[in-house]
């Protein structure tokens, strides 16, 4: 498989020790890891099966149970070496059935930590789970997987690499296609079709393509509305190798760009390459922030604020390409520290600023010497 290819089982074990390691040093007789991102980032089990619970009881001194649906068994033996698959019924109340087999297997009085910040893990399966353990201390480790995946390894940055040259490709595409008068589900397709055809993969979300009057509506996909002269085109698309993400977008004009784009675009590449510059080991996530903030404010608009430049990216499944619930970004009050190989989806956006629109973002490797664009479509100004 792809996956085999590019993360070795040496250190899917390696990640799996550091976890154990973490989970005995804060007391914990198991850990339940409940997110698709993190039991991947562990086992490497990669399948759309997620949408069942699943959950990765961690025991620091014994076996890593992999509870999921029954029905998945197959999938995860081919897939996972480091965890023993344990499947529940579709009959059964999955929490309900996983309390039963952690107090058959001893640990029905044990100090447990969950991750309960995740979209795999509902209320019911929670409820369900603590009440069918009713003798266990718990606490909350939400986070502590999530701790090892911000840095990531040579191996991780090999995919993110491989998945920034899909990204860059689908961007190209997507730009070639653009046309006045065909609609925007055109592009979505082609986007697709050279997706798949050059090795990329199922992604979290997206790919983002509005136009027109569509430009401001966050997180609303391609549509079925026909692009008109004159018209700006927002493009935001992530490829996906193994898992991994790299997204990126631009901004494009209908035959015409409106008078100050140009100039716009100046500002915005400026303060994306004042970013990358700030992006070294030992800053802050607000460092970072500001260094973007002080080109806005230099180029005449202190008025226009962001909520962040910039956020955590690599494993992600659906629904989402940041990686889990929430985001981990840099914003002006961020005081996560930047380590050599995080990579971030950095982001220079000035639209409705009152000089136009431009917006350029790329996913960003974190570097001794500061930041390296991985995505590296042109940043001009396109006019189609």
């Not at 804060?26 to 339940?32: E, F, K, N, S």
Request: a negative charge; charged letters at 20%; one cysteine or more.
């Amino acid at each position: 498989m792809m996956r085999a290819n590019l993360i070795p089982q040496s250190e899917f074990d390696a990640r799996m020790n550091k976890v154990k390691q973490a989970l005995a040093q804060g007391g914990m007789d198991v850990g339940i890891v409940t997110s698709a991102e993190n039991i991947f980032y562990l086992t490497g089990l990669d399948h759309q099966g997620y949408f069942g619970p699943h959950a990765l009881a961690v025991r620091p001194d014994g076996e890593t149970l992999l509870f999921a649906r029954a029905h998945e068994q197959t999938t995860v033996n081919r897939q996972v070496e480091n965890s023993r698959f344990v499947g529940y019924p579709d009959t059964a109340s999955p929490g309900a059935f996983i309390a039963e087999h952690l107090k058959s297997v001893g640990l029905g009085d044990a100090t447990i930590g969950i991750q309960g910040e995740s979209l795999g893990f509902p209320p019911a399966f929670d409820t369900a789970v603590r009440a069918g353990l009713p003798e266990v201390q718990w606490s909350d480790i939400s986070g502590l997987v999530e701790r090892f995946r911000l840095v990531k390894s040579n191996s991780e940055v090999f995919a993110i690499r491989k998945a920034a040259a899909v990204s860059d490709a689908c961007m190209e595409t997507a730009l070639s296609v653009a046309k006045v008068g065909i609609n925007e589900q055109v592009i979505a397709a082609e986007v697709h079709k050279r997706m798949f055809e050059i090795g990329g993969e199922y992604v979290g979300f997206g790919p983002f393509i509005r136009s027109g009057e569509r430009l401001p509506y966050e997180h609303e996909v391609w549509s079925d509305r026909v692009i008109g002269e004159g018209e700006q085109l927002l493009l935001e698309m992530a490829g996906c190798v193994g898992r991994y993400h790299a997204p990126m977008g631009r901004l494009a004009f209908a035959r015409k760009a409106p008078p100050g784009t140009h100039a716009l675009a100046e500002i915005c590449i400026a303060a994306q390459d004042r970013v990358l510059e700030a992006m070294r080991p030992g800053a802050t996530g607000a460092d970072v922030y500001n260094a973007w903030q002080y080109v806005i404010d230099e180029a005449g608009m202190a008025h226009y604020r962001r909520h962040h430049c910039g956020y955590v990216v690599g494993i992600a499944f659906p629904p989402t390409w940041t990686g889990g619930i929430g985001v981990v970004s840099m914003h002006p009050e961020s005081d996560l520290v930047l380590e050599c190989n995080m990579v971030f989806h950095q982001l220079s956006w000035l639209l409705g600023c009152g000089r136009g629109d431009y917006f350029v973002s790329d996913t960003v490797l974190v570097g001794e010497g500061g930041g390296e664009r991985l995505t590296k479509a042109s940043r001009d100004v396109v006019v189609f």
